[in-house]
C-alpha cells in the first residue's frame, strides 16, 4: 500500500473516531469505523441533514466516505443548496436560482467553482441612445468619483475630469428587471452637492451617505450628505433628492481620497485620506445614524494598540459583522503600499465601543506574482463566497493595472497567510488597465460594475501628460461555467 493510501486511511480512520464521539452515546459500543458507520445510517436522514450542516465542508465530504449508503445524503442537491445558503446567505442562492444559465447546474459545482474562483468574465456596457434626441448626453469621463448600486440604479456622482477640473453632477441608471447590458444614463442633479472628487459615498437601505472630498481648488470638505433615492413605477421615472444629513458639532477633520465602507447597513466608517495641507491622515471614524436617517453623531475610534500607518486611495471593505479589511494605499512617503488590517468591533456594542486593528501579516514572496500587488486607487469588494475582489489601481511608477487578485477571508481568518492571495484571469472584453475607477457589486456578489477612472493615454503612460480620464463601463461575472 502506497505511503498515500496509508495516509488517507488515517485521516478517515481519524474522522470517524471524531464522528463516533458526535453521535454518541449511540457510537460509543462501536469498535471500529464499520461499526460506526452502521450506527450513523439508523439516524433518521432529516437528522443526519441537520447535522451535516453543522459542520465544515472539507467534514462532509469525508463523511461521504465512510459509508456508500450515506454518499447520495452527502452528496445530495438539497444538501449543497443549503450548505451554499449557510456559506454564502439567501440572497446569492436566490440569484443563482434565478439565472437562466446557472441554474441548471448541481449545487456542489457551483459551490466547488466559486471555492476555485480561478476566472472572472468581463462585459462592456453600452450607453442607450435615445434615436428622438439631437445630442446624447451622457457622462463626462471622470476619475476619483462615486459609484453605488441602490435599489437597482447605478448612482454615479462628481469625480475629477479633464482641466483638473471638478464634478457636481448626479447620473442614474437602472439595470433592475431585463437588463440588456445597455445603460439609459438619466442627469438628475447639478450642484447638489458641491462639486467634488476623492469623497466617499455608501448606500444605507435606499439611500445614500455621502462624506468629504476634494473640490477643483483643493478645498478639502467634511460635509455629510444623505441623497433618498425613488423609483416612480408609473411613470418610470427616477428621483434622487440629496440634502446636508444634520449631524452633531464633531465631524471628522475635512479630507479626500479616504477609504470608507458601510457597517450591517446601519453605520458608516471612514479611515485616513488626505488632509489639510495635503497631511496624509490615519484616523478612524464612524457615523451612526438615526433610523429614520434623518441625524446622525460622528465619533473618532481610539485605539490603544498598533494602528494601519497614515495613507490615502486605499479601500475599506465590510466583510460581515463589525469587521472590515483596509488594504493597500500611498503613505505618508508617496510608497505604495500592500498590507492588510482587519478592524474588528465584535464586542463594542456602540460606535465608540472596543474596536481594534489588527495588521494581517504575509510575505509578499510567497504569492504568486505577489509583487504585483501593492497599489493606489484600486477597488476591494466583497463578493460570493466571502472573498474580496481586488481590481485595477496604479502602482509607484503611476502604470495603471487591469489585474484581478482574490483575497480569502477564510484562509485569513484560519491564520492559513500563505493561501490569502490568489490571482485570477480575466476573460471577455477585458477592460483597459485603470485607477481611480469606480466600482459596486450587487446584492448576490455576483456581479460587479465599474465605471471610468484613470487610463493610459497616448503619449507616455508613466507621464501625467500620457493620462486621460475614462467613461466606459464594464460589468465582471464572478461565477463563471461551461455549459454542462
Request: aromatic share 8%.
Given at each position: 500500500m502506497s505511503s498515500e493510501n496509508q495516509a488517507t486511511r488515517e485521516a478517515n480512520q481519524e474522522f470517524i473516531s471524531k464522528k463516533q464521539r458526535l453521535f454518541s452515546p449511540m457510537a460509543e459500543t462501536s469498535s471500529n469505523g464499520s461499526a460506526a458507520a452502521a450506527s450513523v445510517t439508523l439516524i433518521p436522514e432529516?437528522?443526519?441533514?441537520?447535522?451535516?450542516?453543522?459542520?465544515?465542508?472539507?467534514?462532509?465530504?469525508?463523511?461521504?466516505?465512510?459509508?456508500?449508503?450515506?454518499?447520495?445524503?452527502?452528496?445530495?442537491?438539497?444538501?449543497?443548496?443549503?450548505?451554499?445558503?449557510?456559506?454564502?446567505g439567501h440572497i446569492p442562492v436566490d440569484s443563482l436560482k434565478g439565472s437562466n444559465r446557472l441554474h441548471q447546474f448541481p449545487w456542489k459545482k457551483l459551490y466547488h467553482q466559486v471555492y476555485l474562483l480561478d476566472s472572472v468574465f468581463c462585459t462592456r456596457l453600452l450607453s442607450h441612445k435615445n434615436p428622438d434626441a439631437v445630442l446624447e448626453i451622457l457622462p463626462c469621463p471622470r476619475?476619483?468619483?462615486?459609484?453605488?448600486?441602490?435599489?437597482?440604479?447605478?448612482?454615479?456622482?462628481?469625480?475629477?475630469?479633464?482641466?483638473?477640473?471638478?464634478?457636481?453632477?448626479?447620473?442614474?441608471?437602472y439595470i433592475g428587471n431585463d437588463f440588456k447590458r445597455k445603460l439609459n444614463w438619466q442627469k438628475i442633479a447639478s450642484g447638489i452637492p458641491s462639486g467634488r472628487f476623492g469623497h466617499s459615498c455608501i448606500v444605507i437601505n435606499d439611500s445614500l451617505i455621502l462624506f468629504g472630498g476634494i473640490n477643483d481648488h483643493?478645498?478639502?470638505?467634511?460635509?455629510?450628505?444623505?441623497?433618498?433615492?425613488?423609483?416612480?413605477?408609473?411613470?418610470?421615472?427616477i428621483t434622487l433628492s440629496w440634502r446636508l444629513l444634520d449631524i452633531t458639532s464633531t465631524a471628522p477633520p475635512p479630507r479626500g481620497a479616504h477609504a470608507c465602507c458601510s457597517l450591517n447597513n446601519k453605520r458608516m466608517v471612514i479611515h485616513g485620506g488626505i488632509g489639510l495641507s495635503g497631511l496624509r491622515l490615519g484616523d478612524t471614524w464612524i457615523l451612526n445614524l438615526s433610523e429614520d436617517l434623518c441625524f446622525g453623531r460622528w465619533a473618532q475610534v481610539v485605539v490603544d494598540q498598533n494602528c494601519p500607518p497614515s495613507r490615502s486611495g486605499h479601500t475599506l471593505t465590510h466583510i460581515g459583522g463589525e469587521q472590515t479589511i483596509l488594504f493597500g494605499g500611498r503613505g505618508v512617503g508617496y510608497e505604495v503600499l500592500h498590507d492588510v488590517w482587519l478592524l474588528d468591533g465584535?464586542?463594542?456594542?456602540?460606535?465608540?465601543?472596543?474596536?481594534?486593528?489588527?495588521?494581517?501579516?504575509?510575505?509578499?514572496?510567497?504569492?504568486?506574482?505577489?509583487?504585483?500587488?501593492?497599489?493606489?486607487?484600486?477597488?476591494?469588494?466583497?463578493?460570493?463566497?466571502?472573498?474580496?475582489l481586488i481590481y485595477g489601481g496604479e502602482d509607484s511608477n503611476r502604470r495603471r493595472k487591469d489585474d484581478f487578485w482574490v483575497l480569502d477571508i477564510g484562509s485569513m481568518v484560519n491564520g492559513v497567510y500563505r493561501k490569502m492571495w490568489r490571482r485570477v484571469e480575466s476573460e471577455g472584453e477585458r477592460p483597459n488597465c485603470r485607477s481611480f475607477h469606480g466600482g459596486c457589486v450587487d446584492d448576490s456578489g455576483r456581479f460587479l460594475y465599474v465605471h471610468g477612472g484613470m487610463v493610459d493615454g497616448v503619449i507616455q503612460p508613466s507621464d501625467p501628460s500620457g493620462l486621460r480620464f475614462d467613461g466606459e463601463s464594464f460589468v465582471v461575472e464572478v461565477v463563471v461555467l461551461q455549459q454542462p
Open positions: 432529516d437528522h443526519l441533514f441537520s447535522i451535516l450542516l453543522l459542520l465544515p465542508v472539507e467534514s462532509i465530504l469525508c463523511f461521504a466516505m465512510t459509508c456508500k449508503k450515506l454518499k447520495s445524503l452527502a452528496y445530495s442537491d438539497s444538501l449543497w443548496e443549503s450548505i451554499c445558503k449557510r456559506d454564502w476619475a476619483s468619483h462615486s459609484l453605488n448600486l441602490v435599489s437597482g440604479c447605478l448612482v454615479l456622482f462628481g469625480g475629477g475630469c479633464e482641466g483638473g477640473r471638478h464634478c457636481d453632477d448626479t447620473w442614474v441608471a483643493g478645498a478639502r470638505q467634511n460635509d455629510t450628505w444623505i441623497g433618498r433615492l425613488t423609483l416612480h413605477d408609473r411613470s418610470g421615472s465584535a464586542t463594542s456594542s456602540d460606535e465608540e465601543g472596543n474596536w481594534r486593528w489588527r495588521q494581517v501579516l504575509f510575505e509578499l514572496h510567497s504569492v504568486p506574482r505577489g509583487f504585483d500587488l501593492p497599489r493606489v486607487g484600486h477597488s476591494a469588494s466583497l463578493i460570493i463566497g466571502r472573498r474580496l
